[in-house]
């Protein structure tokens, strides 16, 4: 599969200074941004910063940003699925994964993770894939938001749905360990009817076990 990526840009005005939200970034431009030191949700911002251009580099691999001038304070990444986890089972080539997103505290509450999912979707290439996401809520920062699973699980479908993802049932143990972590996806509009079965079927793996 070829993977076309068009870069595109919005501004989003927040009470604490204007923010440029771009992508997909090349891994050059990305390397020469400086790297906010609260961006920690994931590892260590340096180690953080190069894992992101290394993404960048990946022919499917999409990082959109959102930047305070020369400083990345927020982030999306689009890759294929860790080759450990269930949805990279079914090698479905047209199949990514909305795998990180992150914004530092100052901007939270800013519609910044929304506006990053926007601009993601403004690339017409996007309705080549049927993109993903699992939520589990200990990747979540409940102590620093002050909220329970179930707020923070509500804005997290919010947030989502900004860029078209809906809720969709599965059989994975990860995801059914919890009633918090959900999966959802969005089916691109260019989707063949085998993947969308393709992807059924993963979704469902253990249903012939019953």
């Not at 993977?3 to 927040?14: C, I, P």
């Amino acid at each position: 599969m070829k993977h076309k990526k068009t870069y595109n840009a919005k501004e989003l005005k927040t009470p604490h200074g204007n923010l440029i939200i771009e992508g997909p970034i090349s891994p050059d431009k990305l390397a020469g941004y400086d790297f906010h030191e609260q961006l920690t949700a994931f590892r260590q911002p340096a180690p953080q910063h190069k894992a992101l251009v290394g993404i960048a580099r990946l022919d499917e691999g999409r990082i959109i940003i959102a930047r305070n001038q020369e400083t990345i304070v927020g982030y999306v990444t689009y890759l294929y699925p860790d080759p450990l986890e269930r949805w990279s089972e079914g090698k479905i080539d047209n199949l990514i994964e909305l795998g990180a997103i992150e914004v530092i505290p100052q901007f939270r509450g800013c519609s910044v993770g929304k506006n990053l999912l926007i601009v993601s979707m403004m690339d017409n290439a996007m309705e080549d894939y049927i993109t993903i996401t699992t939520e589990y809520y200990w990747h979540w920062d409940l102590k620093g938001t002050g909220l329970n699973v179930w707020e923070y699980r509500k804005v997290m479908e919010k947030m989502m749905k900004a860029g078209g993802l809906e809720w969709y049932a599965t059989d994975d143990p990860e995801i059914c360990s919890h009633p918090a972590n959900c999966l959802m996806a969005r089916i691109g509009n260019r989707i063949d009817t085998e993947s969308i079965q393709r992807f059924d079927r993963l979704r469902f793996m253990n249903r012939f076990m019953y």
